[in-house]
Structures are given as structure tokens and as C-alpha cells.
């Protein structure tokens, strides 16, 4: 294998078989009769070399099994089954895996620079549905999931309102404020966890387990500061906190 | 708490995963979707209103709570994931994300609003009756800005579509402090003042929430959505953790005057049109006039 750093040609093309070409630099690899190219905006080319030109295999973050080379430019890349990968140097590491002559870390770039690559936006070959009934069905559960969170928030100055006029009377109004700041505080804040949860895990256990809290806290609130409360449950501040 | 960690477990996936399915129509569908919080600030203090005073404040909360399931089943039922996850995605957070300038002036451009958002949403209950109006009108004022708001987020999607999403968020952002600083400030005190602010802030400031994210969105590829938006929204939280109370100083401090507490939020819109600005001119490399 001969590996160089040198221009080629990249070309995208997307889910309709347009394809545009332009010239940029790009770390070249020579296998046997193919030549694959890791691009810097995280394309990986494959070139027979029978064939003169270059087809898109996937474009970051998608790197496909080999598929026929083809001899025309012209294909749909929504025909892959597309493993998705983030970073360009998983790119490398599937096409010359470690282990064999040709593995381990070819970039030469500082990790900063990689790393710069990772979190360049890259969403072509992505096929975004725009659109159509699965897809509006989603909006209506994340309708419906907002209305009972964001809504809960959204509430939060009428419990205000009638708790510090009735359970919490005693109390300042900032230090009423900080309780229910804490439930903003927490439904965002908490989310610097469930983010990348989600990316990795999809939304299914987070929803299921989100939708069980939010029901269970609705349900206990009332207990703490109804008018019946448990024996024991006493109209108290960290019932309130509890909530 | 419990409630505050079920929200984060509903809301951070709800944002994301329309992501998954919309690209180009993202600002729309997010804005669709983030009016559903909306119809819950209308329906729930409607139902505390009207339900406690016949039964007792546990009936009121036992509702919510029996809405809250119906529609959280709905949730877990249809949001199903479109994109596959990558295989290296890290299930932990990172701040490295924030190193971006872009990212880091759009975080603090949220953050100075919802620091501000929080504020008339929790006090404007409290201010029109210490305004003088009547509790009944005191209580409607809540669901009238959320009207507003309902607007507020599907309409400026459709438009951050077509114009831009940076564009028409700083384009809210203006006109909300335009309703904080020339309609809350001078005309709170009467009826068609107060009406037209809930309104008039519902409809602008709607779009922190619903266009906050598809912002942000544009800054990263989609399998790394929730980790971005994510993580913008656990920094902005310390606003809103800090927002209100603050406020609430404020308050005490001027002796029950709410001018001091509407200068403070005019005065967080306006930061955050500065960041905002400065963050769509940096991610366009300066470009005035180009859609982002």
C-alpha cells in the first residue's frame, strides 16, 4: 500500500443521483486495485482502478461495506445500509483495520485538528423523511411529551401563586422562587446527561422513565400540599423540594 | 425534583429526535411540536383555577397528573428513532463541544434569555394583582400570554425556514425586548397594556424555546443533536435556576416595585441580541445578508 497526501477529486452526490465534483486535498491510500480516499470533509472514496472516475461511497459520518463499483457516478446513496460512524478516524480505522499493514493511526493531523473535523456540521447523505405520516406522528409525541413537561413549567407561576398564598405564607418570596427554579433548574440541567443518552440509546427509556416521574410528582404534590396531607407528610419544605 | 428530572427525561428527546426526521422543515415541526407546552400553560393553571376552588388543590394536581399519563403514553408510543446512533457516540457529556465560538455566544445568547423568560412567566401573576386587578384577571393573564406563545413558536419556525433560523430568532429577540421595554414598562399597570404584553411576549419570547435548538442544531451533524442541544440547555438552566430568584430579590429590594424586575429583564433581552448577533455573524464569516 502506498499512502501520500495528495488532491483528489471529491464528489457528492445525493439522494436523487445529482452530483457535484470539486477538488480538495485528501490522504490517499492504494489497495491492491482500489485506491480509497480519506477526504478532510470525511468522505471516504473509493476509485477502482480500471475506472477513471471516483464514486462517493459515504460521506462521514457513513462508511459503507464495499459496494460493486460502479461505473457510473449516478447512484442513491440511500441504497446502503449505513453503519454511521463520528469520527473520520473510525473512517480509517474500517477501511485498513488495526492488525494489518496498513492499520493503525494514519492521521497525521494533531488531535486538535481531528478533533476540529469530528465537530464540523455534516449532514449530507443523511436522508432527512421532511415529511409523511411516521414523521408527523413523532412531532405529535414530542407534542405531547412537551405538553406534559414544558407545560408543567410553563405552570409553575400559578402553583407559585397559590402556594405562597396558602401552604407556603410564611416564607419570602425568593425563597419560594428558588423551589420552583429548581424544577426548571433540573429539567434542563438534567439534560446535559439524558443528550447524549439519547444519541446513544434513542428516546424509548428515557420517554418511559420521564413519563413515570413526571405522573408520580403531579400525583405526590398534591399529597404534599393538598389540604388532606398523610399523617406524617407534613406541609413542609422538603416535601416541596421532594416535588 | 422528581418532576424536574422526569421533564429533563421528556424534553431533551422530544427536541432531538425531530431532528431525526426533519432537516429542512426543522424549525416548523420543532415549533409544532414546543407548542405543545404552550397548550399545557393554557390548560393547567386553567385547571387549578377552575377545578380547585369546587374540589380542593390535590383534585386539581390528581388531573394534571391523569392528563399527564394519557399524554405521556402517546409519547413513548410514537417517538421512535430515525438516524442510527454512531458506534463511538459517548453516552457521557462533554464540554469540549463549547471550544466552538459559535456555539459557546449562541449558548450565552440562551442563556441571557431564558435567564429573562422565567421571570414574567412566574411573576406575572403576582404583578397584575399587585397591579390591583382582581385575582380572576390576575390568573387569566398566565394563559393569555401562553396563547401568545403558541403562535410564538410554530409561526417563527415556518419562517426560520425560509429566512434563516439565526435571522428570525434575532428578529424575536428585538421584538421581545420591544415588548418588555415600550408595552410592559409604561403600560403594565392598565388592562390593554398588560393583555397586549402577555401577548405580545408570549408571541415573541416563544421562540427561545422552539428556536433556540434548531439553532444550535445548525452547528452540529444530527447524530450529535441531543449531545449539542443538551448541553446548551444544562448551562442555560443555571439561568433559570438563578433567573427568578434573583428577580424575586430584586423585588424585595425595591419593596414590592416591579420597575426594577422589568428594566432587569429588558436588560437580559438586550445581551442576548448582542450574543446572538455575534454568533450568527461569526458562523456566516461576517455575511450580512445570507440565510442562516
Known amino acids: 500500500m502506498r499512502k501520500s497526501r495528495d488532491y483528489c477529486w471529491h464528489i457528492r452526490v445525493d439522494h436523487k443521483g445529482n452530483f457535484e465534483q470539486e477538488k480538495e486535498r485528501a490522504f490517499v491510500a492504494h489497495i491492491q486495485n482500489e485506491v480509497s480516499v480519506l477526504t478532510l470533509s470525511h468522505s471516504l472514496l473509493i476509485q477502482h482502478q480500471n475506472i477513471n472516475t471516483f464514486s462517493l461511497l459515504a460521506s462521514m459520518p457513513y462508511v459503507a461495506p464495499l459496494p460493486p463499483v460502479s461505473h457510473s457516478n449516478r447512484f442513491s ?15 480509517w480505522e ?84 428558588w423551589i420552583f427554579s429548581l424544577y426548571a433548574f433540573l429539567t434542563f440541567g438534567a439534560g446535559l446527561f439524558v443528550g447524549p443518552l439519547f444519541d446513544k440509546y434513542g428516546p424509548k427509556w ?35 423540594y421532594f416535588f | 425534583m422528581l418532576g424536574g428530572i422526569g421533564s429533563a427525561l421528556l424534553f431533551s428527546p422530544s427536541i432531538a429526535i425531530i431532528g431525526h426526521y426533519f432537516n429542512r422543515r426543522r424549525g416548523y415541526a420543532t415549533g409544532i411540536a414546543a407548542t405543545g407546552g404552550a397548550f399545557g400553560g393554557i390548560l393547567y393553571p386553567l385547571i387549578i383555577q377552575l377545578v380547585t376552588p369546587s374540589t380542593s388543590f390535590l383534585w386539581s394536581t390528581k388531573l394534571i397528573a391523569l392528563i399527564s399519563l394519557i399524554l405521556c403514553g402517546f409519547a413513548t408510543v410514537f417517538m421512535q428513532p430515525l438516524q442510527a446512533p454512531g458506534p463511538t457516540a459517548s453516552a457521557w457529556p462533554s464540554l469540549l463541544i ?48 401562553n396563547v401568545g406563545s403558541v403562535f410564538g413558536r410554530c409561526l417563527p419556525g415556518y419562517f426560520a425556514d425560509i429566512y434563516g433560523r439565526y435571522n428570525i430568532a434575532i428578529l424575536a429577540i428585538i421584538l421581545t ?40 442544531g445548525q452547528l452540529c451533524p444530527v447524530e450529535q443533536y441531543g449531545r ?65
Open chain 1, 77 to 91: 446513496l440511500a441504497q446502503f445500509e449505513l453503519p454511521p460512524l463520528q469520527d473520520p478516524r473510525d473512517a
Open chain 1, 94 to 177: 474500517l477501511a485498513f483495520p488495526s492488525g494489518t499493514p496498513y492499520g493503525g493511526s494514519y492521521f497525521s493531523t494533531s488531535d486538535s485538528e481531528s478533533r476540529n473535523l469530528i465537530d464540523k456540521p455534516f449532514d449530507e447523505g443523511v436522508v432527512f423523511p421532511e415529511g409523511g405520516r411516521r414523521a408527523w406522528l413523532v412531532v405529535f409525541g414530542s407534542w405531547c411529551a412537551l405538553f406534559s413537561s414544558l407545560g408543567l413549567m410553563n405552570t409553575m407561576g400559578a402553583f407559585q401563586a397559590y402556594i405562597s398564598t396558602h401552604q407556603l405564607k410564611h416564607l419570602d418570596v425568593a425563597v419560594v422562587g
Open chain 1, 206 to 240: 428515557l420517554v418511559l422513565s420521564g413519563s413515570v416521574l413526571v405522573v408520580l410528582s403531579m400525583d405526590l404534590i398534591g399529597n404534599c400540599v393538598g389540604q388532606y396531607p398523610f399523617p406524617g407528610f407534613d406541609i413542609s419544605l422538603p416535601n416541596l
Open chain 2, 98 to 145: 463549547l471550544r466552538r465560538p459559535a456555539f459557546s455566544l449562541t449558548v450565552l445568547g440562551v442563556f441571557l434569555l431564558e435567564f429573562a423568560l422565567f421571570v414574567p412567566l412566574t411573576y406575572i401573576t403576582s404583578y397584575s394583582r399587585s397591579m390591583g386587578f382582581s385575582s380572576s384577571v390576575s390568573s387569566a393573564v398566565l394563559p393569555v400570554l
Open chain 2, 177 to 216: 425586548a420591544f415588548s418588555v421595554f415600550d408595552i410592559w414598562l409604561p403600560f403594565g399597570h392598565t388592562p390593554p397594556g398588560l393583555v397586549i404584553f402577555a401577548l405580545l411576549f408570549g408571541l415573541s419570547s416563544g421562540s427561545s424555546i422552539s428556536l433556540t435548538p434548531v439553532c444550535v
Open chain 2, 228 to 292: 449539542y442541544y443538551s448541553t446548551c440547555f444544562s448551562i442555560v438552566s443555571i439561568g433559570c435556576l438563578t433567573g427568578v430568584p434573583l428577580a424575586g430579590m430584586i423585588l424585595d429590594a425595591d419593596g414590592g416595585i416591579y420597575r426594577g424586575l422589568i428594566l432587569f429583564v429588558g436588560g437580559c433581552y438586550a445581551g442576548g441580541l448582542v450574543a446572538f448577533t455575534w454568533a450568527r455573524l461569526m458562523a456566516t464569516n461576517w455575511r450580512l445578508k445570507s440565510k442562516y
